[in-house]
Structures are given as structure tokens and as C-alpha cells.
């Protein structure tokens, strides 16, 4: 007698494909991610130095984005992106590298490339812009778009210097009149304020890689009896010099530059896990754990909670989200 057991393994394998995926992926658009497109970029500084050529970094934004959001709701805005995602590659060669950095920010590696043909390239992705219509119930939205021009190795020979500086002729572009392209240069008029917003963005980027942000909890007393009810949890980010940086200097420039959903489950995850240690330990407290205003436009945020909740076996009414 010989007895034979299988397993589907369907769904398995399906689960294990999507998240090869998602390493190298960016989930609303398609298009690569953060991660993958430094990689990209740091291969193709390092061909143009063998090979003594130049290239090219693109980096844009949408002008009118928050506008969007505001009038038709972040489901438009994610419908944008998506719509957006799937339609420059037409615009671009084969060769060309596309991906999203996060919010509404994309760059473009084109590996061979002056500034010239550079700045044709943005010319297109412009027009592209520009001429595209993008319609949610009722209303019918254009936007336009900034776009900033790095060249390897004149402008940079490593990654970060050459996101930097294609970033800053960015805010160059929007402050000449947005809808536009700017090459990057040393001379560049407000090139200090530029790259203090900049250097900004890339302190909360640090903050995230090596665990910079903090929680604080305040208690929230009942008036009437005096006794605390709950405690409210509050992120600091804490400074390169150990001092702690208010919400107030970060927020804003995490929710630009698409790093605030990354906030918000740093902050669910930690707090969570907190509550779940205070209750091994007897402690019977809530938390009220504050967002930020993008959190429910998180397309990553169920499944994010959802895992979450079952590794921290979270107790009910022992937290709330506001």
C-alpha cells in the first residue's frame, strides 16, 4: 500500500513572488523603488567613470499635487500616480531607468547623456505632463511638473551627492515660475536655502535608517476626577547632537518627500509593542496614538496593522487613532 500526500503550494509561491516584488517595486505605480533606483543609479556612475562618459539624474515633482488631494480626495492623488506611473515609459527609452522615490516624486537615470539631451528628455516628460488629463467623478484636473537635471560625474560621483543637487535644481525650476526644467549648478542663486530644505528631507531619511525617532507619552487627566484616562503618545526625532526635534520641523518635509507613511507605522509599531509590554507586566493603560493626516491613504496600512495586531496580541480599547 503506498500513500501519497501533496500540498498546493499555489498561494505560497504567489505570496513569496509578490514580495521579490516588492523589494525592487513601488506598489501604487509599478514603477521602481527608492532602494532599487539608488542602485541603478550607482551602477550607472560607476559605467560612465569606467567608460569616461557623461550621465544624466532627472528628478521631478508634481506642482499642483496637494491641490489634488485637498479638492478630490488622496484616492485621486493615488489614481494620478498610478495613472502617471503608467505612462511615462512611454516617453522614455527602453534603456532609461524610471522610478518613484515616494509621494509625488520621480527620477529618471538616462546612463548616457549631456546636459542637452537631458534637458530634451525633460522637455518631453513636460509636455507629456502638461497635455495629460486626469478626470475623478466630476472633476477634471492638469497638473504640471518641476523637474531638476544632475549630470555624473560633473554634478556628483556618488548617489547621494547627485540626488542632492538634482533636488536642489528642482526648487531652482519652481522658483523661476514651476512647469519648467533646470540643469544643476554650483552657482545657483538661493543655492544655500535649497540645500537646507534638502539636507531636511535627508535628516528624516537617516532618522528612519538608524532609529532616530523617539516616543513620548503625556497623561490625559479627567477634570472632573483627576485621574489619568489614557496617555496621548507624541514622536520626537532625535538630532544629530542628541537633542530632540519637535513634529512641527520634520512633518512637513516627510509628507513631501513620501517618507510619512514610514512615520506612521514606526510609530503604530512601537507603540503597540509598548502597550503589549506594559500589559505582560500587569499595566492595564490605553494609548491615543496620533497620525499624521495621510495615514488612511497608506495602500500598505491594514495589512501593516493587521500583522501587527496579531504579533503584539493587542487587547481592545486599549489603544485608539486619531
Request: hydrophobic share 45%.
Amino acid at each position: 500500500m503506498i500513500l501519497s500526500v501533496g500540498m498546493d503550494i499555489t498561494a505560497r509561491k504567489r505570496a513569496e513572488i509578490r514580495l521579490a516584488w516588492l523589494a525592487d517595486h513601488d506598489p501604487l505605480t509599478g514603477l521602481f523603488n527608492r532602494r532599487r533606483l539608488q542602485e541603478e543609479l550607482e551602477e550607472a556612475i560607476a559605467r560612465a567613470k569606467r567608460y569616461e562618459h557623461s550621465g544624466a539624474l532627472i528628478f521631478f515633482d508634481l506642482d499642483q499635487f496637494k491641490y489634488v488631494n485637498d479638492t478630490s480626495g488622496h484616492p485621486a492623488g493615488d489614481r494620478l500616480l498610478e495613472d502617471l506611473g503608467g505612462s511615462l515609459p512611454q516617453v522614455l527609452r527602453e534603456i532609461d531607468v524610471i522610478g518613484r522615490l515616494g509621494g509625488d516624486e520621480f527620477a529618471i537615470i538616462l546612463g548616457r547623456a549631456e546636459a542637452q539631451e537631458a534637458s530634451q528628455v525633460a522637455r518631453k516628460i513636460l509636455e507629456h505632463i502638461k497635455n495629460a488629463e486626469f478626470r475623478f467623478g466630476s472633476k477634471l484636473h492638469k497638473v504640471s511638473a518641476s523637474i531638476g537635471i544632475a549630470l555624473f560625474p560633473q554634478h556628483g560621483s556618488n548617489v547621494k551627492d547627485l540626488l542632492t543637487h538634482a533636488d536642489l535644481a528642482m526648487y531652482q525650476a519652481k522658483e523661476t515660475g514651476r512647469g519648467r526644467s533646470h540643469v544643476f549648478s554650483f552657482e545657483d542663486q538661493g543655492h544655500r536655502l535649497m540645500q537646507e530644505r534638502v539636507l531636511w528631507k535627508e535628516r528624516v531619511e537617516n532618522a528612519l535608517a538608524e532609529k532616530l525617532f523617539v516616543l513620548f507619552v503625556q497623561p490625559i487627566v479627567d477634570i472632573r476626577t483627576g485621574i489619568t484616562c489614557h496617555y496621548e503618545v507624541l514622536v520626537r526625532m532625535r538630532g544629530d547632537d542628541g537633542s530632540l526635534i519637535s513634529p512641527a520641523n520634520f512633518i512637513e518635509v516627510a509628507e513631501r518627500a513620501g517618507l510619512i507613511h514610514a512615520i506612521d507605522r514606526l510609530v503604530l509599531s512601537d507603540a503597540m509593542r509598548s502597550l503589549a509590554i506594559l500589559k505582560r507586566h500587569g499595566r492595564q493603560i490605553s494609548f491615543s496614538i496620533n497620525l499624521s493626516a495621510h495615514a488612511f491613504n497608506d495602500p500598505e496600512l491594514l495589512p501593516f496593522v493587521q500583522r501587527l495586531l496579531y504579533e503584539t496580541t493587542w487587547t481592545r480599547n486599549r489603544s485608539f487613532w486619531k
